[in-house]
């Protein structure tokens, strides 16, 4: 992500300091990035934060849920596509590594979890938009494990699916439903499935609740399907940034994290762990 475009400090927003902990390859793009973090910062599945590393202009990323391995207290997570020209995405793992100081400010956006609904969940996410997704389903499972929902999650390409870990454990849910996608034809996988997130949306219910998070193209279609059915859907829009103090081709947020009125499985992800409370959002699967 990129300069996200908020007017006005909302309420609960806090800067805390931290370190650089952890730097994963997810995919040949996209990189799982771990901060340890000084103090506690509160924060909803599904909300994202101003990240400062020293040295380096802010940018803002999502909160995700770590793909592997055991969360901690004092840890965040984010994922962060790399950008070839990208003034910071480019440097991680070069100019910026684990040890490097960085400074967070948030949460924004309230186009997140939540939570005591009974309602069937369908969450889309493209790209690094799966962050939030991700977030959200841990959350929502946590929660209650038996929660009916459904996942589209994919990109352009078959690299898009750097999501496949937590896919997996997703599926393992009876009542959650898990769809890969990406819209380009591929041969590497059969349960990959062909076309755009549109395609392989269920028939809706004005019941059903919708996350969506990824490119406006694809959000402003969900929000229109849902739209039409009286479903409620919650969007965080991506949207390409022209600014040359950012990222060149850079997604960045849209000022709306929209709320219009507008299934089936993937894995024991609701374990031990309070619910989104200081720098403990989302932790453990």
Not at 141 to 167: F, K
């Amino acid at each position: 992500g990129d300069a996200v475009i908020e007017r006005g400090q909302p309420s609960g927003i806090r800067t805390v300091e931290g370190v650089l902990s952890s730097l994963r390859p997810l995919s040949p793009e996209v990189m799982e990035v771990g901060i340890r973090t000084d103090g506690a910062l509160p924060y909803h599945a599904g909300q994202y934060a101003q990240l400062c590393f020293s040295g380096y202009p802010s940018r803002p990323f999502s909160f995700t849920h770590p793909l592997s391995g055991n969360p901690n207290s004092r840890s965040v997570w984010f994922h962060v596509r790399r950008m070839k020209d990208g003034r910071v995405t480019s440097a991680l793992g070069k100019r910026i590594r684990p040890g490097h100081r960085v400074k967070l400010t948030g949460p924004y956006g309230s186009a997140h979890f939540r939570p005591n609904l009974d309602s069937r969940l369908i969450l889309v996410g493209t790209n690094t938009g799966f962050a939030p997704i991700w977030s959200i389903a841990v959350a929502a499972l946590r929660e209650n494990p038996e929660r009916r929902m459904m996942i589209i999650a994919g990109g352009r390409t078959i690299v898009s699916l750097y999501m496949g870990l937590a896919l997996a454990q997703l599926a393992r849910f009876p009542n959650v439903l898990v769809v890969p996608f990406c819209s380009t034809p591929q041969t590497l996988s059969k349960a990959v499935k062909l076309g755009r997130p549109t395609d392989h949306l269920p028939r809706l219910l004005p019941t059903d609740v919708l996350y969506a998070c990824g490119a406006p193209g694809m959000v402003d279609s969900i929000k229109s399907i849902a739209a039409q059915i009286g479903a409620v859907c919650y969007a965080d829009p991506f949207l390409p940034t022209t600014d040359d103090t950012v990222e060149d081709g850079v997604l960045t947020r849209a000022i709306g994290w929209l709320a219009v009125p507008a299934s089936r499985q993937m894995g024991q992800l609701a374990r031990e762990s309070p619910p989104q409370s200081a720098a403990t959002a989302d932790a453990g699967l």
